[in-house]
């Protein structure tokens, strides 16, 4: 492993809340509901939940942003001027 030169930066632990799992949850439900319509032959809901786990997708790099935006914010995070 090579040595950190000037353009490293130290990991940032993100602030944790439960919405920063959503996308997880309805990338698994259209996954399963994609599946049953397969299996059901209904193809137009298929077509329909693979929308649903593109929308997923979508919604992580936003979630992950988001919870930087309020990692940065925090009182406890060195770099936002919070004292502790």
Do not use: K
């Not at 997880?24 to 399963?32: F, Q, T």
């Not at 994609?34 to 790099?61: E, K, N």
């Amino acid at each position: 492993m090579r040595p950190c030169n000037r353009r490293c930066r130290p990991a940032t632990a993100l602030v944790f809340s439960r919405g920063f799992y959503a996308h997880l949850g309805l990338l698994h439900l259209a996954l399963a509901m994609r599946i049953g319509s397969d299996v059901s032959g209904q193809a137009d809901l298929a077509r329909l939940w693979a929308m649903g786990g593109g929308i997923a997708l979508l919604i992580f790099p936003l979630n992950t942003a988001l919870a930087l935006v309020r990692t940065r914010r925090s009182p406890r995070h060195p770099s936002s001027g919070g004292a502790e």
